[in-house]
């Protein structure tokens, strides 16, 4: 089956806050991710996987490996260590490097331009995404990585999970507001990152000859908890707020009717100003990639305590819980569901008909370096070959999925485990607290990728 996918784009992802380190280096400026408050015992972005020194053996490891694209993301201060304002030419130098030594390799880039790391100026003079200002930064800052690197670059992603820098106050920067401004403010972030992609969508169409460009979703399959129409109702809503909310406004322009309602009856509507529909409904995406590791189920709201979840799944219309069904380990606490990544790519497609293409999807472990230099992931092997199966049935039946990315080719800094929570198929030699050698190791999923790539191309 997999060998008649010649042109499906066999990838692997990463992003720049997570691998690359060198945060103060190059002229490079601070973001919200360099300035979060980090666990005691946790890892930093001060070297993260030290990408930033290592590029040269870390491209040769990828070339290896097979794939034909990268996933990738351009740090916005490495680039505008303001988030506006004047350039920072090393930063250009050092994307064009990575995008030429990947060419030279025949590996397709896929480029993220905003990936969780946000300008700390951009916080501290117009409040980030709560001022209407960071939308123009974002547009220029846009803007000039399609006019430098549209003529190489053909795949682009617009912002990377909308839904987490909304809530996460790591990576928004939002830090002092109480509960409930906190909440409404969670809105207003999000509508005007929509406002910005549109901005990013037209300057790709301008600037960008025959250039793909749309937003990366944290999709969330939810199913309902029971048969109940309380629990089916209450799955459908999660699912329309924490997803379909955001990708209608990349897609369609507009908030769901019934959500509209919704935020307005909570006063929680974002504000919004009389030429913004223009805009909204300017430009559209021209695909969707989408970042899936587990499904959730939603059962109906009975007040219960949730302050242990995360604050996207807080909510008085519905009380989201683990899929009873999944396989719980150490750090997938949510489950496995590969058939549930089918399931997200039928409600994409029927709801937007647009290509699609998955940037993340992986096995998070507390991977062990035996003495041999060998690392032994077959639960990694099996969760991918497993998701793998359910991404070619889904083409069998004729849409449109153009690749699939797994998160991460290398082991890289998490938001909020360092470096205990790994993903990669390259095994990264550090630990939170002591950098070791930062010496690469091949996993046992690298090599079953490998062999797995090079059995589609025969």
Known sequence: MINERKDFLFGASSSAFQIEGAN?????????????????GIADTSVASDFYHRWEE??????????????????????????????????????EKIIDRLLEYGIEPLVTVYHFDLP??????????????????????????FEYFGEKVKYWISINEPLMVMYSKDFNGIRKLNDAAYQKANYQMMYHMALAEKLAFKWCHHLVP????????????????????????AAMTAEELLSFTLLDLSVRGSIPNRIQKMLKDQDMYPETEEEDAGLLHSESADWICFNYYAS??????????????????????????????????????FGTDSVGLRLSIYKLWQRYNLPLMITENGYANSDELEETGEIHDQDRITYLQEHLEQC??????????????????????????GFAKRYGFVYVNRTDQDLKDLKRYKKDSFYWYQQLIQESER
Do not use: H
């Open 24 to 40: 103060k280096e190059a002229g490079k400026g601070l973001s919200t991710v360099d300035t979060r408050v980090v666990k005691e």
């Open 58 to 95: 870390d491209l040769a490891l990828l070339k290896e490996l097979g794939v034909k694209s990268f996933r990738f993301s351009i740090s916005w201060p490495r680039i505008y260590p303001e988030g506006e304002g004047k350039l920072n030419q090393e930063g250009l130098d050092f994307y």
């Open 120 to 145: 700390q100026n951009l916080v501290d003079k117009y409040n980030g995404w709560l001022g209407r200002e960071t939308i123009y930064a974002y547009e220029n800052y846009a803007k000039t990585l």
């Open 210 to 233: 025959g250039g793909k460009i749309g937003p990366a979703s944290a999709f969330q399959n939810i199913y309902p908890a029971s048969a109940s129409a309380k629990d089916v109702e």
């Open 296 to 333: 959730l189920c939603a059962e109906e709201y009975r007040g219960k305590d949730d302050s242990s979840m995360p604050p996207f799944f807080r909510s008085k219309f519905y009380r989201i819980v683990s899929n009873p069904m999944g396989n719980q380990s150490e750090w997938m606490i």
């Open 392 to 417: 070619f049935q889904a083409i069998d039946e004729g849409i449109p999925l153009l690749g699939y990315s797994p998160w991460s080719f290398l082991d890289s800094l998490s938001g909020r485990e």
